[in-house]
């Protein structure tokens, strides 16, 4: 055999399953080491070298819960290198993720090529690991929802000028560097742990709270920018528990009109929506019966300013609150506002259709909420990381709901009661002590042929199909937990026609489990652990969106990315009471980073569109450095890796030899170096780019 690099090094939980056999007997700090330990080792070294490409074999050491007395180890592992390496049959050496990549690349051997990833995740026959992909919807929204206001915090604070005596959005990025431990927005950690992750988010967003109040502040004043200093010529409040409907500044009474500025962290023009609690004269320690709804368009990476007042009592043209309800009277219900167009029946509440007068996609589609009892089995339950359901049919809610519509120049809403509890998701009951674990299906009548998509990490989009993976031969029995997949962005469904997409809030699981259906785990409220290390169930509520929407074939692209955009990076709103002749005599009501009438193409952002996706957006897009920073003069433009904590010109790329027929895969387009005169940034789909720029 050829010499073998054995690598005891990495937290890889697989592992365990192969070292027990050998290093269960070295716990004691002085144990004897045998020679069956070191006949074991070898062995198990050969037995993985023969399904091992090359002659360099990893082997992981850690585990959770194990390993804990590292002097031990570290003086056993020592003393086994040792005589393991004595007969000169296998090489074992301390290693590196680095020394070992170098290792397999100098051996120039050809690799398969792997385009898609390894969910889902089983380990054993009833444990597949796609219960956390939803574990904790509320902690994953919360994490989703400062994520967002993260980003935009950091913009305004860069516009307005960064003041080292100020709060800033430091501490925020702590916490939710910490939240993205592969315990915590995953949902598998014990409640006071989940509460300690939340209250350092809860403490870092106070003080980028403060930091936007204070960037808000200098923005909109007449002041240069990066000269306001310590004082805030205006105090702004933000809303960041609208989630429940609380919003003290929109519902105090005030003789002055509310201002109500709103940024926009895209780099393009964006007309949305806002709605606000409305203050119409009651207590505000009550909860809001009323939102004001109303339309505003914010320039990219800029401002923009409203002003609401409570219109004068003669002039008033209803006096009548609920003059929006619709009572329902046909048989069908038609809402929508605009284009696209959703048809209800009034005898069962539920939808029936979905059409776009535009394109003239028309595709009968219902959707209902039903839930999954937890499998309790001791051998393997439900729990935080585990899902297993204890059929593979789901209870469905109700076969026919309550349904009120309401109706306004800009929205139109429907709002359904299927139970007591879905509502608004939770608390969901288990009197009866069974777990259970909540869905929302759409079922349409398309041919979709076990097909379905699923966003990898918010970027490109890989093809899953039901009971089928693409490098083995898949045998499934756990049909429903076997075909979960994460979603960060969305999933959609196609046939031959049309396309169906659905977009999410937050991390969630789902799956297309039946031709012309897709299923999204909302909740999970369970009663017992799985043995995965957590050690006690979960038990949440929460409420939450998510958002649907037909295109024809194709076209639904554009759609998934920039609406995937403004659900990540929602508008930032902060409010305060003024005259409006005094606010527009001393104060910007609205401005950009970018020059006038400057924006980045639609397919720029955090993230881009992948190759053949889209005709018109996934090609090379160009950004115009010098129009993003108006008013600041760029010295140098810098690139650097990914991380930004190396240059890209003193980076060495490994190369690889890809196993195939000869031909070379279509190698994907990426954008030139940028000239340092002209400052244009030129991007690939599918690109991220990194630069460091200096300003005069």
Sequence with gaps: MHSQSIMPHLKVSILKLVMKTF????????????????????????AQANVTRTNHI?????????????????????????????????????ST?????????????????????????????????????????????????LSGYYLAAR??????????????????????????HHDAVSGTAKQHTTNDYAKRLAIGATEAEATVSSAFSCLVSNKIKGQCGGSQDTTFSQCQLLNISYCPSTEAGSSKPLVVVVYNPLG????????????????????????????????????ATYFISKEPKTERTHSDNNSLKDTAVDEVVEIGPGNLKMLFSSASGQLTRMFNKVTGVDTPIQQSYLWYASSTDSQQSSGAYIFRPDSNTPTIVAQSVHLDVFRGPLV??????????IYQIGPIPTDDNIGKEVITKMTTNMVTNKTSYTDSNGRDFLKRVYDQRNDWNLSVNQPIAGNYYPLNLGTFITDSKSELSVLVDRATGGASINDGEIELMLHRRILQDDGRGVGEPLDEQVRGNYYVNINKLGGGATWRRTTGQEIYSPLLLAFTHEDEKTWKASHSTSGTMMETGYSLPLNVALITLEVGEDAAYSTVAKVELKKMFTGKEIK????????????KSGMKRLSWKVEGDGVDETAPVRGGAVDALIQVVELGPMEIRTFVLTFS
């Design 23 to 46: 290093l269960s007997r070295m716990i004691l700090l002085f144990s004897t080491i045998t020679s069956i330990n070191v006949k074991d080792f070898v062995d198990a070294a050969k």
């Design 58 to 94: 990893m082997w992981t050491m850690g585990d959770d819960f194990q390993y804990q007395f590292a002097e031990s180890w570290f003086r056993q592992m020592d003393k086994f290198i040792k005589y393991v390496n004595k007969d000169g049959e296998i090489n074992a050496l301390y």
């Design 97 to 145: 993720p680095s020394i070992y990549t170098d290792a397999k690349n100098a051996a120039n051997g050809s690799w398969p090529l792997k385009t898609d990833d390894y969910f889902p995740y089983a380990d054993g026959d009833n444990a597949y690991w796609t219960g956390y992909f939803t574990s904790r919807p509320g902690f994953k929204r919360f994490v989703r929802q």
């Design 155 to 180: 913009q305004v604070e860069f516009l307005a000028g960064k003041n080292k005596t100020l709060p800033n959005t430091s501490k925020l990025g702590d916490a939710l560097g910490v939240a993205q």
């Design 268 to 303: 393009w023009n964006r007309t949305d929506i806002i709605r606000i609690p409305a203050y119409t004269g009651q207590s505000s320690n009550q909860i809001p019966q009323n939102w004001l709804v109303f339309q505003v368009t914010v320039p990219p990476l800029g401002w």
């Design 412 to 421: 139109h809403e429907v709002h359904q009661q299927f139970s007591p509890w």
């Design 636 to 647: 140098e433009v810098k690139e650097m890796s990914l991380s930004a904590n190396q240059e």
